[in-house]
């Protein structure tokens, strides 16, 4: 019979509980070691946040993972957000997050704000469209950058954007997929050697759990589904450490109060709508088939790389950056030779110090720069 995890955010923060998911924890490894991939950028902060970094078994050995959006674009992708931000009578608007991003020489959209180019923050796609609809004699051109949880939006704004007839909406969709990457991850030989997943809390409120059951039956990986409380993370590492032990891998969503088994069918019905899968580019690990979205042919006229004919050209990230080998758990942050040294939250070198979901910038501001 399926058991069901289910807990209050109060319990998720008890302490007693905590500490007896701790013991159970110990109970569980029975002297293994336990090497498990937080796919999530939020989960790394929450694991710092709450303590849980300096309270788990030296044993438990966690790895980040490719689960911050700004982190995972590509430097070509970048390249080209910069270069079609500086054109005439263009209106770049985007994230906040994505201010910072150092493009291949070092400049980000901040620098070309500076230099002129007409940047605008928006907190969310349809702040594109209102920006769209209030500069008719401009072009408004939005970098759609995230994952499943981001594209329902987009694809939302997508929809109101044809039913306006907003026609100087431009989307350069660059949104990536969650499960394309898990299996490239597990594919790669590299030395991450990732024995579990600890799968991203929002991205799993869309995509429920079907999509990753390959990962348990093809792979053999126990993959949780976690909340981003102290309890509701010890849950998760307890069912990783327990199937582990009895050779049971499988799909198991630890975060009910958030996240339904069969996801989000409304936000999956207008992703699909809207767009299709596509190969795409992945810092670090290079294009990955199927494992980001294009927009469907119908919705072509907004689709900025028809429009502005745009090249994702070969690019190099910048020098020294390991940013690809920590996005793939093959190294901690401390293991970059730059980190906290020529590469700081007030002067980063790599995206992963720039995003509060970076990784870099979680070690360096919770567990110092050693
Ligand atoms: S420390 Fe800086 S350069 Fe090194 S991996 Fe992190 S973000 Fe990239």
């Known amino acids: 019979m399926r058991q069901i995890y289910s807990m209050s955010v109060e319990a998720a923060q008890n302490p007693r509980l905590c500490r007896a998911l701790l013991e159970r924890l110990s109970r569980a490894l029975d002297g293994r070691q336990l090497r498990f991939m937080e796919v999530c950028g939020t989960h790394t902060a929450a694991i710092f946040q709450c303590g849980l970094a300096s309270l788990l078994p030296a044993s438990v050995m966690h790895l980040s993972g490719p689960g911050c959006p700004v982190c995972v674009t590509h430097d070509a992708e970048i390249a080209v957000i910069l270069e079609l931000a500086g054109r005439e009578n ?14 291949p020489d070092g400049k980000s959209l901040s620098h070309a704000r500076a230099e002129g180019a007409r940047v605008k923050i928006v907190y969310s796609p349809l702040d594109a469209l209102t920006l769209a609809e209030k500069n008719p004699d401009a072009i408004v051109f939005f970098p759609g950058i995230g994952f499943e949880t981001t594209a329902p939006t987009v694809a939302a704004t997508v929809l109101t954007a044809r039913q306006k007839k907003i026609d100087n909406f431009f989307l350069l969709s660059l949104h990536k997929l969650v499960p394309p990457v898990l299996r490239a991850l ?89 767009f299709m899968p596509t190969d795409t580019l992945w810092r670090g690990m290079g294009r990955i088939p199927q494992s980001g979205l294009a927009l469907r042919p119908e919705y072509a006229d ?20 390991r ?3 920590v996005l793939k758990g093959c190294i ?24 509060t979901e970076g990784s870099c910038a979680t070690w360096h501001k919770y567990a110092g720069h050693q």
């Open 302 to 321: 907004m689709d900025a790389t028809a429009r502005f004919g745009v090249v994702f050209a070969e690019s190099q990230p910048p020098r020294g950056c």
């Open 186 to 274: 597990l594919d790669d030989a590299s030395d991450a050697n990732i024995e579990a997943f600890l799968l991203p809390g929002h991205v799993s409120t869309v995509l429920g759990l079907a999509p990753y059951a390959f990962l348990a039956e093809r792979y053999s990986i126990p993959c949780v589904v976690g909340g981003f409380e102290p309890a509701d993370i010890l849950l998760a590492i307890c069912l990783m450490a327990e199937q582990l032990r009895d050779g049971s891998p499988a799909v198991v969503n630890a975060y009910p109060r958030a996240v339904n088994d069969a996801g989000n069918p409304r936000a999956l019905a207008l992703m699909e709508q809207v």
């Open 323 to 325: 940013c690809g080998d």
């Open 332 to 355: 901690s942050p401390p293991a970059c030779p730059l980190f906290g040294q020529k590469c700081t939250p007030a002067s980063p070198v790599g995206p992963c110090m720039v995003s």
């Open 90 to 103: 263009i209106i770049t608007a985007t994230f906040g997050d994505m201010l910072r991003v150092p493009g």
